[in-house]
């Protein structure tokens, strides 16, 4: 199966997060997918819409290199892609359609119970250990705190016991991660939720209409669930 240039493409985190919430606001808008197949590339039965299904990190550059329409993928993924494809000089272009009610986290700075934390100048020339450098870069500049950054794309948690770092910046959610291994979130630098995003590309008549179709769709279930 490959992608059909005359049907809308959607980028959907595959498994993760946000797949299931991704998969009920499509099934609530009236799309009829065929998921049962793990496959990169699901057709919907009764419109021209294609889904592909990557992890959400791929999203916001599959967006911004126009090859697919639209994405869904939290604004911490998205923000991040925007401040290191900017940095590298690739474009980084896409509009939001529309801000989602479902992947709700926030970025926050953590560090052990026993740090005597006074604020973000507490970490000046500490390591600091995360998934997103650059948001938590800018928020550092801002603060005028010079810092290094220890990337990990996973177990960002234990860093610190670990000895990896003297602090992380991680998304937290209900907190609980953090609490199981002795942090305390001291600066929300970033609050995220998932976003309908689209490429910058010039789209044709009979995709507009599909998401003419489906927008006002979305607009209704979020309605109901307020
Ligand atoms: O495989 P793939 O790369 O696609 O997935 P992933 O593992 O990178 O991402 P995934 O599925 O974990 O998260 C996808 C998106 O969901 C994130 O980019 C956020 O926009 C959003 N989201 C919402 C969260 C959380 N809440 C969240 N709590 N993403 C991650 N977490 C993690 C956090 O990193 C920490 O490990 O959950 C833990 C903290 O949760 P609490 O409840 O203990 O605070
Ligand atoms: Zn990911």
């Known amino acids: 199966m490959t992608l059909d240039q005359n049907r809308l493409r959607i980028a959907l985190q595959k498994s993760g997060r946000l797949s299931t919430d991704c998969q009920q606001l499509l099934k609530g808008c009236g799309v009829k997918l065929n998921l049962r197949e793990q496959r990169l590339i699901a057709h919907a039965e009764n419109m021209p819409l294609d889904l592909l299904r990557v992890r959400d990190d791929d999203i916001p550059g599959l967006v911004m290199d126009g090859v697919v329409d639209l994405g869904i993928v939290g604004e911490n993924v998205l923000e991040e892609t925007v401040m290191e494809r900017q940095a590298t000089g690739q474009s980084a272009e896409y509009s939001v359609l529309k801000r989602l009610d479902f992947g709700g986290c926030r970025l926050s700075l953590a560090v052990s119970e026993e740090f005597d934390y006074q604020g973000p100048k507490s970490l000046e020339g500490k390591r600091i250990a995360t998934s997103y450098p ?17 990337m990990l794309n996973g177990s960002v948690e234990v860093a610190p016991r670990a000895g990896l770092a003297d602090a992380i910046c991680d998304l937290v959610s209900t907190g609980a991660t953090l609490e199981a291994n002795g942090l305390v979130e001291t600066d929300v630098i970033y609050r995220s939720k998932a976003v309908l995003i689209q490429s910058a590309n010039p789209l044709a008549a009979n995709k507009q209409k599909v998401i003419d179709k489906l927008l006002p769709r979305i607009q209704g279930l979020q309605q109901a669930r307020e």
């Open 134 to 150: 650059w948001l938590l870069k800018r928020y550092m500049d801002s603060q005028g705190v010079k810092f290094k950054s220890v």
